[in-house]
């Protein structure tokens, strides 16, 4: 009974405290007879009550905020603007009261006391921020905002960008980076902040960019469709006239997908012997490469081996093929590839001669010596000759059977020819045949023959010009018609010096 008691007296006190802070009551235990009666319908809005008292608790608090001293969250603070910007610098001081006044310094010159501003290139505004019209890179210094008489300050770090800006697709990128991937498209701007006209002049890798009319006005070089050859430095130069013309610059990286090439798109071997295929490539960023033969990819084995290695400026892989045999001839894919694409070079391997490779050639009147290089591991047993004119559908052919025997250590052979051509633009291209076949043609070579200033003595007993022109051997004086329709014919001589010999590299 004595415990059911306790219970119950517990209860109550607790529900008294709940309603007596309901109804904003005193603790229990303390009576004020003081606190009104709340009724809602006699409240008055206009009397003064604790909370609205001079003499209340709230005046000691508004008392005590007015003793705090100013101060800024931030000490330091720094902003960028360009030349011709208008540039507001705050001085963002807490508890600033009337007893107090800001000072503003550029550096340790006073240019402003409270709202009065000594330098006419400031203004102050009624919230002591500080305004800069028309900012120049000689404005660029540490600002700072000072209240006294407690000597808080606020340091603000302006800088100002170059009288020359470069944008990549609105975004400044003045002496800046930027890599770009293949089949981009992007628009660099030349923007200058000068009060005179300047003429905006791009170069690229130190070479003169030309752009048209309008770009060049407006200052942008467009790079469409972008690849290997956009990459670079870009500069640009706002020539105002002056010794010292603002300029600034963009490096451009570019990804692009591998370039595969190879100088022995065919392969010349022989049975039992050790043949190499190589490519080149170029590729950013790195890639790798190997070897495909009938759709499948060539590992590594005794048969077959990799050789990677740097050629003038272009990574090289070497497939080397021990104890070549029949089954090994035939095409080979040299594949690259690397994050952006892929690409690949075909090789032939097989027992014919190599493409002929054009070494030189030298013009004596209307006189031409041609050298060209051909690789064969087996005899060669003739080679053949194709030339025509320029513009001209159909090739003249002279086809050498005499051979000198090769030595199989090098396997290179030299051919010289000797023919007297017309003036005029000539194409030469040659072949060779060896005992397991013919190699392909060589890669055209142009012969330009030069006029050759005329005689106008004629010696006795020499052939009338109208004879000369009838057999097609030279051009005759009586008739410029004829003459223009010689120059079409074929050589007017054949000269039997053509040689094939060894050369040994």
């Given at each position: 009974?004595?415990?059911?008691?306790?219970?119950?007296?517990?209860?109550?006190?607790?529900?008294?405290q709940?309603?007596?802070?309901?109804?904003?009551?005193?603790?229990?235990?303390?009576?004020?007879?003081?606190v009104?009666?709340?009724?809602?319908?006699?409240?008055?809005?206009?009397?003064?009550?604790?909370?609205?008292?001079?003499?209340?608790?709230?005046a000691?608090?508004?008392?005590?905020?007015?003793?705090?001293p100013?101060?800024?969250?931030?000490?330091?603070?720094?902003?960028?603007?360009?030349?011709?910007?208008?540039?507001?610098i705050?001085?963002?001081?807490?508890?600033?009261?009337?007893?107090?006044?800001?000072?503003?310094?550029?550096?340790?010159?006073?240019?402003?006391?409270?709202?009065?501003a000594?330098?006419?290139?400031?203004e102050?505004?009624?919230?002591?921020?500080?305004?800069?019209?028309?900012?120049?890179?000689?404005?660029?210094?540490?600002?700072?905002?000072?209240?006294?008489?407690?000597?808080?300050?606020?340091?603000?770090?302006?800088?100002?960008?170059?009288?020359?800006?470069?944008?990549?697709?609105?975004?400044?990128?003045t002496?800046?980076?930027?890599?770009?991937?293949?089949?981009?498209?992007?628009?660099?701007?030349?923007?200058?902040?000068?009060?005179?006209?300047?003429?905006?002049?791009?170069?690229?890798?130190?070479?003169?960019?030309?752009?048209?009319?309008?770009?060049?006005?407006?200052?942008?070089?467009?790079?469409?469709?972008?690849?290997?050859?956009?990459?670079?430095?870009?500069?640009?130069l706002?020539?105002?006239?002056?010794?010292d013309?603002?300029?600034?610059?963009?490096?451009?990286?570019?990804?692009?997908?591998?370039?595969?090439?190879?100088?022995?798109?065919?392969?010349?071997?022989?049975?039992?012997?050790?043949?190499?295929?190589?490519?080149?490539?170029?590729?950013?960023?790195?890639?790798?490469?190997?070897?495909?033969?009938?759709?499948?990819?060539?590992?590594?084995s005794?048969?077959?081996?990799?050789?990677?290695?740097?050629?003038?400026?272009?990574?090289?892989?070497?497939?080397?093929?021990?104890h070549?045999?029949?089954?090994d001839?035939?095409?080979?894919?040299?594949?690259?590839?690397?994050?952006?694409?892929?690409?690949?070079?075909?090789?032939?391997?097989?027992?014919?001669?190599?493409?002929?490779?054009?070494?030189n050639?030298?013009?004596?009147?209307?006189?031409?010596?041609?050298?060209?290089?051909?690789?064969?591991?087996?005899?060669?047993?003739?080679?053949?000759?194709?030339?025509?004119?320029?513009?001209?559908?159909?090739?003249?052919?002279?086809?050498?059977?005499?051979?000198?025997?090769?030595?199989?250590?090098?396997?290179?052979?030299?051919?010289?020819?000797?023919?007297?051509?017309?003036?005029?633009?000539?194409?030469?291209?040659?072949?060779?045949?060896?005992?397991?076949?013919?190699?392909?043609?060589?890669?055209?070579?142009?012969?330009?023959?030069?006029?050759?200033?005329?005689?106008?003595?004629?010696?006795?007993?020499?052939?009338?010009?109208?004879?000369?022109?009838?057999?097609?051997?030279?051009?005759?004086?009586?008739?410029?018609?004829?003459?223009?329709?010689?120059k079409?014919?074929?050589?007017?001589?054949?000269?039997?010096?053509?040689?094939?010999?060894?050369?040994?590299?």
């Amino acid at each position: 009974m004595r415990g059911a008691t306790t219970w119950m007296l517990l209860i109550c006190l607790l529900i008294g405290q709940f309603y007596g802070e309901l109804c904003r009551a005193s603790p229990i235990g303390e009576e004020d007879s003081t606190v009104p009666e709340y009724q809602d319908d006699d409240y008055d809005y206009d009397g003064d009550d604790d909370a609205t008292s001079p003499e209340g608790p709230p005046a000691e608090i508004v008392e005590d905020v007015q003793s705090l001293p100013p101060y800024f969250d931030q000490s330091d603070v720094s902003i960028q603007a360009r030349p011709g910007d208008d540039v507001t610098i705050n001085c963002d001081a807490r508890n600033f009261q009337i007893k107090n006044i800001a000072l503003w310094y550029k550096n340790t010159t006073l240019l402003a006391t409270g709202q009065s501003a000594i330098n006419n290139r400031v203004e102050v505004m009624k919230n002591n921020s500080l305004r800069i019209a028309g900012v120049t890179r000689e404005d660029a210094d540490d600002y700072y905002c000072e209240v006294l008489p407690q000597g808080v300050r606020q340091h603000t770090a302006l800088s100002v960008g170059a009288k020359l800006s470069i944008l990549c697709d609105g975004r400044d990128v003045t002496d800046r980076s930027q890599t770009f991937k293949q089949g981009d498209h992007h628009r660099l701007v030349c923007q200058t902040f000068l009060p005179t006209k300047t003429d905006i002049k791009w170069s690229f890798n130190g070479q003169r960019l030309h752009t048209s009319e309008k770009e060049t006005a407006e200052g942008v070089v467009v790079l469409d469709n972008v690849d290997e050859e956009n990459a670079g430095v870009y500069q640009c130069l706002g020539d105002d006239g002056s010794a010292d013309p603002p300029h600034g610059m963009v490096t451009v990286d570019v990804q692009y997908s591998p370039k595969v090439s190879t100088h022995r798109h065919h392969v010349n071997t022989i049975e039992g012997d050790t043949a190499e295929l190589y490519c080149d490539y170029r590729a950013s960023p790195i890639a790798i490469s190997f070897f495909i033969k009938d759709g499948k990819t060539l590992s590594l084995s005794e048969k077959y081996s990799i050789k990677n290695s740097l050629h003038k400026e272009h990574n090289r892989t070497t497939l080397i093929i021990k104890h070549v045999e029949d089954s090994d001839l035939g095409e080979y894919l040299c594949h690259v590839e690397n994050a952006i694409g892929s690409n690949e070079v075909r090789i032939q391997l097989s027992y014919s001669p190599e493409t002929p490779q054009f070494e030189n050639s030298s013009i004596n009147g209307n006189e031409v010596t041609m050298h060209w290089l051909v690789r064969s591991l087996q005899p060669l047993s003739e080679a053949m000759l194709d030339y025509k004119l320029s513009m001209s559908y159909t090739w003249s052919t002279v086809s050498i059977i005499h051979t000198q025997r090769h030595d199989k250590d090098n396997g290179i052979w030299k051919i010289t020819h000797q023919m007297e051509l017309t003036p005029g633009l000539w194409h030469a291209r040659i072949k060779t045949k060896n005992t397991a076949g013919w190699s392909h043609f060589s890669p055209e070579h142009d012969i330009l023959i030069k006029e050759q200033e005329e005689s106008t003595e004629i010696d006795e007993g020499a052939v009338p010009p109208e004879d000369l022109v009838r057999a097609g051997f030279g051009v005759g004086a009586s008739s410029k018609t004829n003459a223009a329709c010689t120059k079409q014919l074929l050589p007017i001589a054949m000269l039997a010096g053509l040689s094939i010999s060894l050369l040994r590299l």
